[in-house]
T-cell receptor
Framework: GQNIDQPTEMTATEGAIVQINCTYQ??????LFWYQQHAGEAPTFLSY??LDGLEEKGRFSSFLSRSKGYSYLLLKELQMKDSASYLC?????????????WGLGTSLAVNP | NAGVTQTPKFRVLKTGQSMTLLCAQD?????MYWYRQDPGMGLRLIHY???????AKGEVPDGYNVSRLKKQNFLLGLESAAPSQTSVYFC???????????FGSGTQLSVL
């Protein structure tokens, strides 16, 4: 089968660094997305990885290892507004968005 | 730009009633999608469209119909609502099959 695993919940302190992991088992791979979703709102795009390595974008970075079926999202200098759910999604072997496989999301709580 | 706009934001239906959810995007995107999001289930694709006049089934299409008469609009219909269709519905669009998704703000639907 195909599935994505993420921790259900995480807690961190304002100003700290947190790493949210995502492991996947899919029949193919054509890219991995991270989305942020605040409670009661729409998911919004954070990052995209298709090649191995680290992609940095401001306070957020995302890493991918295709051989290990593993990605992480790194959030630095945490702010209260970073409290949200973080969704990992993998595009499977068809290479198009209708084959996106979504994780259940990691709910991050940032405490003062 | 408004991006992706969904209406209504909230709706309560009785079992057997019908309704239509409207999605509009102003980004000239070819691809549009309807998802539902349920606790413990993640995002699941209901139907999608690869262009004006086209629609296709996603992962969980039963009980829903869609239409894409105009490029900017994607309608999701429930002909005879059931309690199992209580969910949060998200519309999304993308410029191409491989591009990131832009989501609407969601519709909270309760079927009693």
């Amino acid at each position: 089968g195909q599935n994505i695993d993420q921790p259900t919940e995480m807690t961190a302190t304002e100003g700290a660094i947190v790493q949210i992991n995502c492991t996947y088992q899919t029949s193919g791979f054509n890219g991995l997305f991270w989305y942020q979703q605040h409670a009661g709102e729409a998911p919004t795009f954070l990052s995209y990885n298709v090649l191995d390595g680290l992609e940095e974008k401001g306070r957020f970075s995302s890493f991918l290892s295709r051989s290990k079926g593993y990605s992480y999202l790194l959030l630095k200098e945490l702010q209260m507004k970073d409290s949200a759910s973080y969704l990992c999604a993998v595009r499977g072997d068809a290479g198009n968005n209708r084959k996106l496989i979504w994780g259940l999301g990691t709910s991050l709580a940032v405490n003062p | 730009n408004a991006g992706v706009t969904q209406t209504p934001k909230f709706r309560v239906l009785k079992t057997g009633q019908s309704m239509t959810l409207l999605c509009a995007q102003d980004m000239n995107h070819e691809y549009m999608y309807w998802y539902r999001q349920d606790p413990g289930m993640g995002l699941r694709l209901i139907h999608y469209s690869v262009g004006e006049g086209t629609t296709a089934k996603g992962e969980v299409p039963d009980g829903y119909n869609v239409s894409r008469l105009k490029k900017q609009n994607f309608l999701l219909g429930l002909e005879s609502a059931a309690p199992s269709q209580t969910s949060v519905y998200f519309c999304a669009s993308s410029a191409s099959t491989n591009e990131k998704l832009f989501f609407g703000s969601g519709t909270q639907l309760s079927v009693l």
